[in-house]
Nanobody, 123 residues
Framework: QVQLVESGGGLVQAGGSLRLSCAAS????????MGWFRQAPGKQREVVAT???????YYADSVKGRFTISRDNAKNTVYLQMNNLKPEDTAVYYC?????????????????WGQGTQVTVSS
């Protein structure tokens, strides 16, 4: 019913930049929050940045000042601009959306995840 498709990952040298995109499609009534999480080998998945209705944003301390999250509501798309990348940013990055399905009129909200995109930062 709903798909989140990510793009933009890759290999970059330390200090470089990447831009991730995630487009949500399907039977969507409304999206309350979208965000990015990441999981490095041997570690738990952690939140990177989120953006909620009203423009409320959250950033993990480790990425503040380097990453910027933005959202195009008309396209149901969220972006993550990553600057000054560090080797410790290496991980699989997952897109997340908290949304209501068509026909529910916002009565129930669900979390959906993208398939993940690899970001590798070399030193």
């Amino acid at each position: 019913q709903v798909q989140l498709v990510e793009s933009g990952g890759g290999l970059v040298q330390a200090g470089g930049s990447l831009r991730l995109s995630c487009a949500a499609s399907g039977s969507i009534f409304s999206i309350r929050k979208m965000g990015w999480f990441r999981q490095a080998p041997g570690k738990q998945r952690e939140v990177v940045a989120t953006t909620a209705t009203g423009g409320i944003t959250y950033y993990a301390d480790s990425v503040k000042g380097r990453f910027t999250i933005s959202r195009d509501n008309a396209k149901n798309t969220v972006y993550l601009q990553m600057n000054n990348l560090k080797p410790e940013d290496t991980a699989v990055y997952y897109c997340n959306a908290n949304l209501a399905l068509s026909g529910s009129y916002g009565s129930r909200w669900y979390d959906y995840w993208g398939q993940g995109t690899q970001v590798t930062v070399s030193s």
